[in-house]
């Protein structure tokens, strides 16, 4: 009788040798060994398929041992059950005069859906509302100190400095104290602060801000000189990154030094 496998080449029957081939093959627990193995399609080792008649004996008692529980059980007609259930326990709880308790079974899930959205909304409404106003305040104050010649390096400070006292109410800017609530009033105290004034403070206390100042820290300053911005399209300055971060930061000031350095807009 011929055998599906040998471990040793030596074993294999000389007169049947043109059989068999050098392989690797699977046996009982998943174990491989290479062996001499028959040529035949779809055979297996003995103990593989013992392993297969195993596994198939221990399946089909599984799925009697299912069957004998569950019997004919149909799962659709499983969920119509469980509803008629759930409807029988709401009828026994009206007839106990215990309609809070259905009231607040039904509802349980939808108000804890709702208050997870509404949170949602709000903190995506809170978050807005502060892009809203950075924006508006930003603009405001650079706008006002364009007008008193701001540097394009001084714009990302001065709106720094804007943003820790003024904030948006009923849509317009306002001034306030720390405290976050009581509005913050000029130095003479005769009228609240907006952002003309409180830049016009700002060009004293902060002159470096600004073009003409010979205060400290302002780029370009030395002994009775005046202190300019750089100009990027001026031929020997010229740099096609420092006009794209001014056009971006200060557009009014960007305008005006390329009409000085005789650009095209």
């Known amino acids: 009788m011929l055998r599906f496998y040998y471990t040793s080449e030596s074993d294999v029957p000389s007169d049947h040798k043109s059989l068999y081939s050098q392989k690797e093959i699977q046996l009982q627990g998943n174990k491989k060994i290479t062996a001499w193995v028959l040529n035949v399609e ?22 009697t041992a299912l069957k004998a529980k569950v019997g004919d059980l149909d799962l659709d007609k499983a969920k119509v059950l469980m509803q008629k259930a759930s409807d029988l326990e709401d ?36 978050a807005l509302t502060k892009q809203l106003t950075d924006l508006l305040i930003n603009k405001e104050v650079v ?36 405290d976050g609530r009581t509005p913050k009033y000029n130095k003479g105290g005769t009228a609240e602060l907006d952002i003309t004034e ?15 100042s010979s205060g400290s820290g302002a780029p370009g300053s030395g002994s009775g000189g005046t202190p300019k911005v750089q100009n990027p399209w001026k031929k020997d300055t010229f740099n096609i990154t420092e006009q794209m971060k001014m056009q971006r930061a200060n557009p009014s000031l960007a305008a005006r030094l390329k009409a000085e350095a005789g650009a095209k807009q």
């Open 42 to 63: 779809g055979a297996v080792a003995i103990e593989r398929f013992h392993e297969f008649r195993d596994n198939n004996i221990s399946l089909n008692s599984e799925l």
């Open 91 to 126: 009828e026994k709880l009206m007839k106990k005069d215990q309609i809070d308790e259905i009231v607040t079974k039904r509802t349980k899930t939808m108000v804890e859906a709702h208050t997870k959205a509404l949170e949602t909304e709000k903190a995506t409404n809170a």
């Open 143 to 178: 706008q006002e100190a364009t007008k008193h010649k701001l540097l394009s390096t001084a714009v990302l400070d001065i709106q720094g400095r804007a943003r820790q006292v003024f904030t948006v109410k009923d849509g317009k800017v306002v001034a306030l104290e720390a």
């Open 198 to 212: 409180w830049v016009k403070e700002l060009t004293a206390e902060a002159p470096h801000l600004f073009e003409g």
